[in-house]
């Protein structure tokens, strides 16, 4: 009980404890053998003034109370009020200094030489000479590059006197003539650009047929090799970057700096790659568009990306979603900001593997919680599944089969790849994989068994005619002769062989004597396929 409910329960009880009182003073007046001069009434006119003036009293306590605690209440919103804008503020302060970084980052790549950084004398260090204490010598930067050259894989020499002539389209076709080896030439590739005399100039150019000729309508997907020239194109720009990234004092030779006019011709070819990106059909890709990544890689490789709105840009990020390397593109590209917006959008757009990826890699499962994403979508599926199984046809179902095996086949690969056997077991899903898998074999198995099987050729070349037997024709209905009769220059020349012609009861109603035909040994007509005529 607090102390205020507790004066008012006192305050209460006074009227009880005057009565008590009258009680025990008339009381005393009979008992009492002497007269008092004191009456009842100066008595209770006396508790009853103390009364009122406790109540006075309390009731001003009460409101200076009820006041303090409003002024408490107040003060209290005005605190989260002042909290909730340094938090903006803070926010504010943290994107500004993402930016001030990606600028100060895109300076160190554009700008003039870095110069070497001259060693500081330290007085420690000189008494410490004095008193004879060696300290190991720091390795100097030219050795940091003889050791990181050394680390790296040596390219082989056709592709490094490719880079140092700057041929372009002896690299491309390099490249293409290798591509059983691509994995070891893209990481043979980094150390041969290193080699050019202006790297930058050279994947600019070899980037000119990225769009090229009358295969601007096609696909990219559907030319063979248009899309192995786009791949190149890419490799070729992720190389740069990684040489960016890994050999930044290495990489500061005059022709090795990414200048002006280098940025000022990635900006155009940007420019033009925008465009045509607007013309694709994108969405078709799902999730895996070569052209939408070549953009952005060279927004990245190039430092250009300030040009571009990053809204404009995180509405690219969905069509990249399934390769490998998005999230460090997202990174170069100053977007970790924006990712959870990102996320978002696949998990709407029915993407859920290529949410949770991009949730490890930045870190935000607690906001977008892996398991319930992996069961929310194996639901839809399995919900659009079962509520058109009944209306669909054969070959719907099938594909509706296959869509629920490809989900679950998708939804294990990714509980093994992020370890979440614990809170998702996979062994209910392999089952219902396995049960997919085997209605599926019966479903063939049937369809193969259902289809009509080809009838034997007779030996006077009809196809389609039924086989001779020793029999009486028995059908009511005259053979039909053939629209075009086999003329012996129609047919394809073949090594002779020994004929054997069986008894025929009726004679093929042909005007023109056909030409011999070789036979094999069990009396049917060797049959060959008629050339196309063009």
């Known amino acids: 009980m607090s102390d205020m409910e507790s004066m008012t329960a006192l305050m209460e009880s006074t009227s009880s404890k005057i009565q008590q009182l009258q009680q025990a003073f008339a009381e005393l007046e009979r008992q009492s053998a002497v007269s008092m001069n004191l009456k ?58 993402q930016e001030k970084r990606d600028a100060a980052l895109a300076m160190i790549f554009s700008k003039s030489k870095l110069s070497l950084p001259v060693p500081a004398i330290n007085p420690m260090d000189k008494a410490l000479d004095n008193l004879g204490v060696k300290w190991p010598k720091p390795a100097s930067e030219e050795s940091m590059c003889l050791q990181g050259d050394r680390a790296a894989v040596k390219p082989r020499s056709e592709l490094v006197s490719l880079c140092e002539k700057m041929n372009v389209k002896g690299l491309h076709k390099f490249i293409s003539d290798n591509r059983k080896n691509l994995a070891t030439i893209r990481e043979e590739i980094p150390g041969a650009l290193k080699k050019a005399s202006h790297p930058y100039g050279l994947v600019l150019d070899s980037l000119e047929d990225f769009y090229a000729g009358d295969n601007l309508v096609l696909d990219g997907k559907k030319d063979g090799d248009l899309l192995g020239v786009r791949r190149t194109c890419l490799m070729l720009m992720e190389s740069l970057g990684q040489l960016q990234t890994d050999n930044i004092a290495c990489f500061s030779s005059e022709g090795h700096m990414l200048t002006i006019d280098i940025k000022e011709r990635a900006k155009k070819i940007a420019f033009v790659w925008k465009s045509k990106l607007d013309s694709l059909d994108i969405d078709a890709s799902n999730g895996n568009c070569l052209e939408a990544h070549a953009f952005l890689q060279l927004l990245a490789t190039f430092g250009i990306s300030a040009e571009y709105n990053e809204d404009d840009l995180c509405k690219l990020l969905p069509y990249v979603s399934r390769r490998r390397q998005t999230p460090e593109l997202c990174r170069l590209l100053g977007l970790s900001q924006k990712m959870p917006g990102v996320i978002g959008v696949l998990v709407e757009s029915g993407k859920p593997i290529d949410a949770i990826n991009l949730a490890y890699a930045f870190e935000l499962t607690e906001q977008f919680e892996p398991v319930q994403l992996l069961k929310a979508y194996l639901r839809d599926v399995k919900k659009v599944s079962h509520a058109k199984n009944v209306k669909m046809s054969p070959g719907a179902q099938n594909e509706m089969n296959e869509r629920e095996l490809s989900a679950l086949k998708a939804v294990i690969k990714c509980i093994e790849e992020h370890k979440l056997e614990e809170h998702y077991p996979v062994d209910p899903l392999q089952k219902r994989v396995l049960q997919l898998e085997k209605a599926k074999a019966d479903k063939r198995r049937a369809v193969e068994a259902a289809k009509p099987q080809s009838k034997r050729p007779r030996a006077n070349g009809s196809a389609f005619a039924p086989r001779a037997t020793g029999f009486a024709d028995k059908s009511f209905y005259p053979a039909t002769p053939e629209r075009h009769p086999s003329y012996p220059y129609e047919r394809q020349f073949v090594y002779g062989a020994e004929a054997h012609h069986p008894p025929m009861m009726s004679s093929a109603p042909y005007t023109i004597q056909p030409a011999p035909t070789p036979y094999y040994g069990n009396g049917y007509p060797v049959q060959y396929q008629v050339p196309y005529i063009h």
């Open 40 to 97: 009842w009434k100066q008595l209770e006119d006396h508790f009853r003034g103390l009364e009122q003036s406790l109540k006075k009293k309390f009731d001003e306590l009460k409101d200076q109370e009820e006041e303090f605690q409003e002024t408490v209440a107040k003060s209290e919103r005005m605190l989260e009020q002042r909290e909730a804008a340094v938090v903006a503020k803070e926010l504010t302060s943290l994107e500004r200094l």
